[in-house]
């Protein structure tokens, strides 16, 4: 299994991105798939997650995070609105499956003021 993410770049506080992941590779199941993020000089943490149909996000990005997937399209997005600087990260994919967590490479997400 592969993860791939994309769709970071430099946006303005109050804008909004969409990042992308997109799964390759054959699994029989797959537990959690989700979102984490690492800001300068801080430790790596959990933005959000869904299993099955259920989604669960960190407390500071509630109501301004959207997390959700085309099963077609073996993809997961996370739509980001009303981004503040504090949202600057580097943004990875993640996800469980036969199993066995995979991370995708990151993708920077940048919030000027």
């Known amino acids: 299994v592969q993860l791939q993410a994309s769709g970071g770049g430099l946006v303005q506080a109050g804008g909004s991105l969409r990042l992308s992941c997109v799964r390759s590779?054959?699994?029989?199941?797959?537990?959690?798939w989700g979102w984490y993020r690492q800001a300068p000089g801080e430790q790596r943490e959990l933005v959000g997650s869904?299993?099955?149909?259920?989604?669960n996000y960190t407390d500071s990005v509630k109501g301004q995070f959207t997390i959700s997937r085309d099963s077609f399209k073996n993809t997961l997005y996370l739509q980001m609105r009303r981004l503040k600087p504090e949202d600057t990260a580097v943004y990875y994919c993640?996800?469980?499956?036969?199993?066995?967590?995979?991370w995708g490479q990151g993708t920077l997400v940048t919030v000027s003021s």
């Open positions: 590779g054959r699994f029989a199941s797959v537990h959690a």
């Open positions: 993640s996800g469980t499956f036969d199993g066995r967590v995979y």
């Open positions: 869904i299993t099955g149909i259920i989604t």
